[in-house]
């Protein structure tokens, strides 16, 4: 007999069924709360709403586990290659490598990107934030690849996905190739996933030296970008995928919200944040102390999590990761230094001990890109490409599910019901 909630409201008891999840996580289900008793529930910012029910990712943020398809972040992060990511979270098992070669042949076959919308990218101003590009051209370019729009069967599904993670790298590169006044790269079909990225980032006339280490580095980001159940962007995918957007105009909408300081701007702000202390002098305390007064707006960025409550499980694999390339790369960048310390007084003060506040996905994520060449404003754009196959899978969940649309019910507390007053008597 599974578990119940009894409401008591007006002298009536009303019960909701309890659901639990395959891996132990519970929900009260609540809706026919509003038919029966009149009333909503009202939960700023969902802390303790869920939207959906999902099989593509778990996480448990008192235990810091995270899972794609049942397969733990750790083993993935370390055994796979981020194409054998996209395809186990789009179809939600791993591929064969017959599967896998498949894939990874129709990913390089689709891989360039035509003269339209290159010439969207050279319309743009250098000046131009390179997530302002990928948003646009991700809105736009069911104009030039059909495709990507009006999905409706599971084969016009896997069209449009293919198309999609196929240009990405190429949409991503020629945001930062314009914003840096270079010349657009022509992506390469005969090489990898990464390597085709990095080279259309960073091919200049002569050939490019793409090492293991680059390639490792850029599979691991990219991987443990990849989805992270109902977080503010993919939970925007899901709601315009639910009015029957299309596509990419439900991926553009998951760039923008990915694009806030709070969310995904999160990897930017952390460098931008140690930049400002390695300049200020006033020491790591100072900020640590300066992030608890409410008085400021100023937070630890790259610290904290709505669902980890301990350390966020990535944040450990690319803090390993960080030492392991830089050292690889024969790098030395004395903010990391700075980083590992303000970690270490942050995690020894009360007011973080108190909030569970532990370094995230973001604290460390941009010690690395920088080290790879990348720089701090295509941080989060790395972060956008990394997380759009989750992104489309959960897209794909909630269409072929056939999802309700999402539209969230309010309490009112604005002006009661009053007459017009002419202009004459105001
Ligand atoms: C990502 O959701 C996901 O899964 C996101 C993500 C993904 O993969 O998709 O993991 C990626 O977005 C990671 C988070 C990146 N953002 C940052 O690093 C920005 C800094 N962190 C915070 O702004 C904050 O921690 C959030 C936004 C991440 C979470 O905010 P919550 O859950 O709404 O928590 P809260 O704002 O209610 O904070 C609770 C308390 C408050 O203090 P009190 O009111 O209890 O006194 O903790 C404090 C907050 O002021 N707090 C911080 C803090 N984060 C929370 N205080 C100082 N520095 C911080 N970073």
């Known amino acids: 007999m599974s578990d119940s909630v009894k409401i008591s409201y007006k002298e009536k008891e009303f019960t909701y069924p309890v659901i639990e999840g395959t891996m132990g996580d519970i929900a009260v289900d609540i809706s026919t709360l509003r038919s029966d008793t009149g009333l909503i529930t009202l939960d700023e910012g969902f802390k303790n709403t869920g939207s959906t029910e999902s099989s593509v990712t778990f996480l448990d943020g008192d235990k810091g586990q995270l899972l794609y398809r049942g397969y733990s972040i750790d083993e993935l ?21 017959s599967q896998l070669d498949s894939f990874n042949k129709e990913l390089q076959e689709n891989c360039t990107v035509n003269q339209g919308v290159k010439d969207m990218v ?6 131009a934030h390179p997530m302002s590009m990928v948003g646009a051209i991700s809105f736009t370019l069911s104009s030039f690849y059909p495709e990507v729009g009006e999905v409706k069967t599971p084969e016009e599904f896997d069209k449009a996905a293919m198309i999609l993670l196929a240009k990405f790298p190429a949409l991503c590169a ?17 090489l990898d996933y990464v390597s085709n990225f990095y080279q259309l980032m960073f091919k200049n006339d002569q050939n490019i030296e793409i090492s293991p280490s680059i390639v490792s580095a850029l599979n691991k980001l990219l991987i443990l970008h990849a989805d992270h159940e109902q977080n503010c962007s993919a939970a925007t995918v899901r709601v315009v995928g639910s009015s029957q957007a299309g596509l990419s105009a439900s991926i553009a909408a998951g760039v923008a919200a990915l694009w806030g300081p709070l969310h995904g701007g999160a990897n930017q702000a952390v460098i931008e944040m140690l930049e400002d ?6 020491g790591l305390q100072f900020w640590v102390d300066k ?7 100023f937070r630890l960025m790259g610290f904290g999590h709505r669902v980890y409550k301990n350390f966020d499980p990535r944040a450990k694999i ?52 920088r080290a790879l060449g990348i720089p701090k404003e295509m941080f989060t754009v790395m972060f956008a490409l990394g997380r759009l196959p989750g992104w489309i899978a959960q897209w794909k969940e909630l269409r072929i599910d056939k999802q309700a649309i999402g539209r ?12 017009y007053v002419s202009l004459d008597k105001r």
């Open 277 to 282: 202390i390695k300049k200020d002098g006033s």
């Open 122 to 127: 050279n319309a743009f101003p250098t000046t």
């Open 408 to 419: 969230p019910r309010q309490v009112y507390i604005g002006a009661k019901t009053r007459s």
């Open 291 to 297: 992030a608890k007064d409410k008085t400021h707006a």
């Open 174 to 190: 020629m945001a930062y190739r314009r914003t840096n006044s270079l010349p657009i790269n022509l992506a390469d079909p005969s």
């Open 318 to 369: 690319i803090k390993q990761a960080t030492d392991e390339v830089l050292a690889q790369l024969g790098i030395k960048d004395d903010v990391l230094d700075l980083a590992k310390g303000l970690e270490e007084v942050a995690l020894q003060d009360e007011y973080f001990v108190k909030r569970n506040l532990y370094p995230n996905v973001d604290f460390y994520s941009g010690i690395i890109y």
């Open 77 to 97: 992060a370390e055994n796979a290659t981020f194409t054998e990511v996209m395809y186990l979270l789009l179809y939600g098992e791993l591929p064969t490598a």
